[in-house]
């Protein structure tokens, strides 16, 4: 059922997330959990991600991290935190991580779900104070109790998703996720340690004055991609592009535009990762009324494969995404 209540903004996350559990009254509340412990450990990294110039320092001035352990490396941080708060909430059996090459069982075998994520993507932008994400992508999980490894878990393809976010570590940080009932936002305050929500709705505006991707690859990019290049030009759009995935598509997402990490001669399926990048980032766009396509089909149809597999990434505003289908149409048309 759509939601209809819509809630006051303003409220915490822990209040919105009641008041839809009503909502939906055979709901048995572990997602709902799942998603308390990811803006948990939200809250974890947001801090880390804050204190990331610190810590260098930090040594000299006698402070330890939590476990006495030498300063970690923030993404491996990053992927320990979600992992413990994943595990110790209960509701999530195992985890696929950006970080680690196989599945990570949680030894909790009841979990109903299973996450996954890039706990912490553009890592490479932390050490010049860029902002930079997580990504989260939920299943249900369909392997039996004790059953083969779960294989067949994180293998359901992009439409089975029962959920998709990302926490965005910028000038605020922001939980913004979905459960397939629209795309909402929430605003995290430090001084209370509180999700407020503060974007009750989100929808893409259907057109965009922004284009982003990497010009400095155009000489390995398919002509397609030029041609839908040039027409962004022709029509004096902006260009906008931070180099981390979530600051990039979080502000498209809000101005309008479109984000292409395209595929080139040396990366045939582009840079990014289908599971835990493309599949939930194109769930949340499809939720707010945009598009996400890799050139040759819907993002959300690419058929998985492997769990670290990558695809190419098309996402943004209906009528830029409709320009630069057309581009691709006309280029195999010529070919
Ligand atoms: P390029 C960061 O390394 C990342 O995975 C995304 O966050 C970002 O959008 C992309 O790669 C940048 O890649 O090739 O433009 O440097």
């Given amino acids: 059922t759509e939601n209809t209540l819509a809630q006051p903004v303003g409220i915490t ?3 919105y ?4 559990q009503a909502e939906f009254p055979y709901a ?3 997602l709902s959990q799942l998603l308390r412990d990811i803006a948990l450990a939200g809250k974890i990294v947001s801090r880390e991600v804050n ?3 610190l810590s260098r320092i930090t040594g000299a ?3 330890q991290n939590v476990q006495g352990e030498a300063q970690q490396k923030l993404d491996v941080e990053a992927n320990i935190r979600f992992i413990r708060a994943l595990t110790n909430g209960g509701e999530c059996c195992a985890i696929l991580s950006e970080e680690n090459e196989d599945i990570i069982e949680t030894g909790n075998p009841n979990g109903k779900y299973v996450v996954a994520m890039d706990p912490l993507d553009g890592s490479s932008n932390i050490d010049v104070n860029v902002s930079i994400g997580t990504i989260f992508s939920i299943y249900r999980r369909v392997s039996r ?3 083969p490894s779960r294989k067949e878990d994180f293998l359901q393809g992009g439409r089975a998703q029962v959920a998709a976010g990302y926490i965005l570590y910028g000038s605020s940080t922001m939980l913004v996720y979905t459960t ?3 795309v909402t936002g929430f605003t995290y305050e430090t001084s209370l340690g509180e999700f407020f929500l503060s974007h ?13 991707c990497n010009e400095g690859h155009w000489f390995d990019y398919p002509e397609y991609v030029r041609e839908f290049l040039t027409q962004c030009k022709q029509q004096r759009l902006s260009a906008r592009y931070v180099g981390s995935l979530v600051a990039d598509y979080h502000r498209n997402l809000f101005t309008g535009g479109i984000y292409m990490y395209p595929p080139t001669p040396k990366a045939a399926l582009g840079k990014l990762r289908l599971l835990y990048e493309c599949y939930p980032l194109a769930m949340l766009i499809e939720q707010a009324g945009g598009l996400a396509h890799t050139g040759a089909e819907p993002v959300l149809d690419v058929a998985p494969t492997s769990f670290h597999q990558r695809a190419p990434l098309f996402v943004g505003s209906t009528q830029l995404m409709t320009t630069l289908l057309d581009c691709v149409s006309s280029e195999a048309l010529a070919s």
């Fill in 28 to 30: 048995t509340g572990e």
């Fill in 200 to 212: 009750p709705d989100i929808k893409i505006p259907q057109q965009g004055p922004v284009f982003s």
């Fill in 61 to 63: 001035m006698g402070e």
């Fill in 145 to 147: 109790v004790g059953g």
């Fill in 13 to 15: 996350l822990e209040r």
């Fill in 17 to 20: 997330i009641m008041r839809k």
């Fill in 51 to 53: 204190r990331a110039g």
């Fill in 180 to 182: 397939g009932h629209g």
